[in-house]
């Protein structure tokens, strides 16, 4: 049965299945890495903006990497502490495709900056003496410019057409948080227009971005493999470490939900909401952390902020 009216017509989240007594408690945890996230992500954009030597076109696209990681965490942190913390599950549809519209624009926004980082790594290690002419502070405005238009005109359609569409009584969603697919599965109509415009932005996207990633370092590789020396050959690839991990971290927990979705069908509830958690949690967090440790120049900036702090607080005790 079908409501064609959509006023007052919400839908229902869960958490983690079978740990419903706990949530109070899995709110500490989740809580904290929310903070770290935004606090990570912030310092990252603090430290770019604020020494001289770091604007150069890498830290221009880690700058829009930690953005887009402050807004996909953003676009996530209502409805889990909702569940978590006060134990409301419910949320009304206006509301429930705001959050799909944002999470989804944000995950190809992430995914668009980690090309746009493997093109830096290949222009720095294929044409290190073109490197700063070939990516101006136009060009890199420019592309995050189309980066951003890319991103949202792709999913302005998503809760239009999921807007249009009757849904039935029961309105159990199976994450923490509205996705399309999981809302388009509640709708009590034809959906084929919905999924077949979903496959396309996915596989625009996504799967052409994954491709083009790769694509960037089988060329980086071949370039390295002609370097003569092994010192340099190393140093080479070391550059490319941190940016490997944070594609890892996005794409992996992602193309895990994709197999559990299409071909895991005994698996457990709660095994879809995990990876969904590693697929929109762990890049927030994990990505400043990683850039914090392999690259020299933030790591100092960090560590001379956190010693000046001290000295500040001491002085101030001694007084």
């Avoid at 009757?166 to 109509?189: E, F, G, I, N, W």
């Avoid at 084929?192 to 932005?201: A, D, E, K, Q």
């Avoid at 790591?299 to 500040?312: A, N, P, V």
Wanted: glycine share 6%; charged share 15%.
């Amino acid at each position: 049965m079908a409501d064609s009216n959509h006023t007052g017509t919400s839908f229902f989240l869960i958490g983690l299945p079978g740990l419903e007594a706990g949530h109070t408690w899995l709110s500490i945890p989740l809580c904290a890495m929310y903070v770290a996230a935004l606090a990570g992500n912030s310092l990252i954009l603090w430290v770019v903006r604020s020494e001289p030597s770091l604007h150069q076109p890498m830290y221009y696209f880690l700058s829009m990497l930690a953005m887009t990681d402050l807004g996909l965490s953003a676009s996530t942190l209502p409805t889990m502490l909702s569940i978590y913390m006060l134990g409301v599950r419910e949320v009304a549809l206006d509301v429930c495709l705001a959050q799909l519209f944002f999470i989804h624009t944000f995950s190809i926004m992430e995914s668009s900056v980690l090309l746009a980082m493997a093109f830096d790594r290949f222009v720095a290690i294929s044409k290190p003496l073109h490197y700063g002419t070939i990516l101006t502070s136009p060009r890199i405005a420019r592309l995050g410019l189309v980066i951003v238009v890319r991103s949202i005109g792709l999913h302005i359609p998503a809760p239009i057409m999921l807007k249009q569409l009757p849904y039935c009584r029961t309105r159990l969603l199976s994450h923490s948080y509205c996705l399309h697919p999981d809302v388009m599965k509640l709708a009590c109509a034809d959906t084929h227009t919905n999924s077949i415009y979903g496959l396309f932005v996915v596989l625009s996207t996504l799967g052409v971005d994954s491709v083009l990633i790769v694509l960037s370092y089988g060329l980086i590789l071949q370039t390295v493999l002609s370097i003569a020396s092994k010192s340099e050959r190393l140093k080479a690839l070391n550059t490319c470490v941190s940016h490997i991990c944070a594609v890892l971290l996005f794409y992996t927990p992602m193309i895990g939900l994709s197999m559990i979705h299409r071909f895991g069908r005994r698996a457990s509830p709660s095994s879809h909401v995990l990876l969904s958690y590693l697929h929109f949690l762990t890049p927030p967090l994990l990505n400043p952390v990683v850039y914090t440790i392999k690259t020299r120049q933030i790591r100092l900036k960090m560590l001379h902020l956190f010693r000046s702090d001290r000295t500040g607080i001491r002085d101030v005790q001694d007084r």
